[in-house]
């Protein structure tokens, strides 16, 4: 059985593989009827104890929701529900799941644990560089964009972003990572200017290289889109199986499980 911190810091490097192959989002919003499937490669290195990783997420959105599947059967897949706040997560190798809802986590935070969080938030600097550089990836049209975060992390990433692309995945990658104009920022100054460089970035990312540390490790990591493609999918997709316990996660600040509305790698 892997160690419970290495297999937390596997968690931490899928939810982050996720966010950054997600991060931007142009205009259109999407029909309830229809879905969104996005196939990305998710390359890390770096994590103690750990050879470098590949693994294959799948990536669906539909019925107001996003889940983030892993290839792996046994693996640990993601539901974000803007609607509620809520994230599921869902362990198939124990047919175990878990509940994060982030409006009643940043509720329930002291002001005092507030303010800390806004302020660490609030000291990461953006800065995006647009390049000439182009090339084809996968069939779509890509620039080359340089970007930089300082703050409570240091990364440094290569975002290879195409215009035939188009979508809307704001609300979801908001909620993942407490941003946007309703996360620990909101309308605030530092987020403004922090939203304000990346939307610099124009399109839908399908190459990003990031160099970053994380708990004093340094990382690398690498996604990549292969597949989207427009299909129908059922509300179920969204659903956690009936035969799956619930199990509590206990978080400073955060509800219980029990007492989060039903909803989430």
């Known amino acids: 059985m892997k160690h419970p911190t290495l297999r937390s810091a596997r968690l931490v490097s899928f939810a982050l593989a996720a966010l950054l192959a997600l991060v931007l989002a142009p205009s259109i919003a999407l029909a309830e009827e229809d879905g969104v499937f996005i196939e990305t490669v998710n390359r890390s290195s770096g994590l103690t104890g750990e050879a470098p990783t590949e693994e294959v997420s799948q990536t669906f959105v539909a019925h107001g929701k996003m889940k983030v599947a892993s290839a792996d059967p046994n693996g640990t897949d993601m539901i974000l529900d803007p609607a509620t706040g809520e994230m599921t997560f869902m362990n198939h190798g124990v047919k175990e799941f878990y509940k994060i809802n982030a409006k009643s986590m940043m509720e329930g935070l002291s002001k005092p644990g507030m303010d800390q969080m806004r302020a660490m938030m609030e000291q990461t600097k953006v800065t995006v560089e647009a390049t000439d550089e182009t090339r084809e990836i996968n069939g779509w049209n890509c620039r080359k964009y340089r970007v930089a975060k300082t703050g409570m992390m240091e990364i440094e990433q290569e975002i290879w972003a195409t215009e035939d692309v188009d979508l809307d995945l704001d609300r979801y990658t908001d909620l993942m990572s407490l941003s946007g104009p309703d996360g620990l920022l909101g309308d605030s100054e530092a987020g403004r200017a922090q939203r304000a460089e990346m939307e610099k970035i124009k399109g839908y990312p399908i190459l990003t290289k990031s160099k970053m540390q ?51 790698p």
């Open 214 to 264: 994380l708990m004093g490790t340094n990382m690398e990591s690498e996604t990549e889109v292969r597949v989207i493609r427009r299909e129908p999918m059922a509300a179920s997709l969204f659903e956690v199986p009936a035969d799956y316990k619930e199990r509590e996660m206990n978080m400073p600040g955060a509800p219980s499980a029990h007492g989060a509305p039903a909803g989430h």
